[in-house]
């Protein structure tokens, strides 16, 4: 019997099923048939990415319908026929001081992704979140469509503020906007009556300002960061925060689910995991020890939580980092990192330590059109058990991958196959 392709060996499987299959029962049984024989080193994920690329690309008239969270069936009218989800979230005007202090505590480059969410709630599109370094002081780009006969190119600066933000920033982000951009800082303290008043000027580049009570209303609004119980007490959305910070979700492995950016800049994550090693080898460290090393050659990094989180999100979640005695060590693994540093070393141990790695490379190489950011965030939720509401956990594995040079990134912000 000749093989088939994938896609047509799981038709085959799917239509003779008298029940949905995960993609992991199709392939094995595939195999099991003869159907198809095993290539590449993540078979199983590469039969999931094809799938819901299908699916993805044909809609309805695909062959395949997803069922369930990984689970696929032969395409018919009863299957899909399926009863919606219904996410409820909730706030409460009693945790708004809790909301704020949380954005005080997390990291620049994560609170801007918060930002970039908002503002695609908002109707914004073309979306970017720039470097860590700043783009001429600019945090955030995008663009914002009037019933498709205006678009408005927005350059945004984001502000973690106490105090009041003075004209000097208005001035800034004037000086940064290119001839076809308008200006917007958000802050989660207010502005100065400067600030208002340059903000406000004639035949100026226009200036919009969104103060911290905006803010929280528009997060609020538009449940960002909050959620609402049906008993309709409000509290803090700790899963909004916990998916980019935390690992409490269960994943389809013993694998760990989060993984974050490194600072020094989005295109530099590798030359920081070598750098801070380098440190902690050369020099073991307390905390307080730690906590200053990472303020002194990080100019962006001020919140002790987000140092912290660095810590257990990608040393500890990598096994390159051990709290032993109260000071921080390199592991073996590290030392053997240091002693001979490659990227493709990084790149297998984030592979075998981190859900979703393997997942989003055979998405990113099996797709006919780039994938962005929410692309990825769709099929992780959609087919493997992971609660992410927002896109930067898939944004940080795409970062990460095309740090480590398997994928591409392209000026769009979206992701290819090199």
Excluded at 280 to 298: E, Q, T, V
Aim: overall charge neutral; some cysteine.
């Amino acid at each position: 019997m000749s093989t088939l392709s994938f896609k047509a060996a799981a038709m085959k499987i799917l239509q003779e099923s008298k029940r949905p299959l995960s993609t992991a029962e199709i392939y094995e049984a595939a195999v099991a048939q003869g159907l198809i024989k095993s290539s590449g080193e993540t078979p199983v994920a590469t039969m999931g990415a094809l799938i819901y690329t299908d699916i993805k690309k044909y809609g309805d008239k695909s062959p395949f319908v997803k069922v369930g969270r990984g689970i696929f069936a032969a395409s018919s009218q009863s299957n899909r026929e399926k009863a919606p989800e219904q996410i409820i979230q909730e706030y409460n005007k009693a945790q708004r001081a809790v909301l704020k202090e949380r954005l005080h505590n997390t990291d620049p480059f994560i609170f801007e992704h918060l930002i970039g969410d908002l503002l695609e709630k908002l109707g914004y599109e073309n979306v970017e979140v720039t470097k860590r370094s700043g783009d001429k002081g600019i945090d955030v780009k995008a663009v914002l469509t009037v019933y498709g006969f205006t678009n408005v190119k927005t350059a945004v600066q984001v502000k973690r503020y106490d105090g009041n933000v003075g004209d000097g920033v208005v001035r800034e982000i004037r000086g940064a906007a290119e001839t076809d951009q308008r200006g917007l800082i958000i802050t989660t303290g207010d502005f100065t009556k400067a600030a208002k008043e340059e903000a406000a000027a004639k035949n100026k580049v226009p200036v919009s300002l969104v103060n911290g009570e905006m803010l929280l209303d528009l997060l609020i609004k538009y449940r960002i960061g909050v959620k609402v119980k049906t008993s309709e007490l409000l509290s803090l959305d700790e899963d909004y925060f916990e998916n980019l910070e935390s690992d409490d979700y269960d994943t389809p492995s013993d694998k760990k689910k989060a993984i974050w950016p490194l600072p020094g800049g989005i295109d530099h994550y590798y030359e920081s995991l070598l750098s801070i090693l380098g440190a902690i080898k050369d020099k073991p460290m307390s905390k307080d020890a730690l906590l200053k090393w990472f303020k002194s050659n990080f100019e962006n990094v001020n919140s002790d939580k987000t140092i912290m989180s660095y810590m257990s999100n990608i040393f500890a979640n990598l096994g390159l980092v051990q709290f032993v005695d109260k000071v921080y060590r390199v592991t073996p693994v590290a030392e053997n990192l240091l002693q001979n540093p490659s990227k493709t070393g990084v790149y297998e141990l984030m592979k075998a330590r981190i859900f979703g790695i393997e997942e989003t490379v055979s998405l990113v190489e099996n797709s006919a059109e780039p994938i962005s950011d929410g692309d990825l965030c769709n099929y992780l939720v959609e087919n493997y058990n992971v609660g992410w509401s927002t896109n930067a956990q898939a944004s940080f594995r795409l970062l990460w991958l095309w740090n480590l040079g398997k994928i591409q990134r392209n000026e769009d912000g979206k992701y290819s196959k090199i």
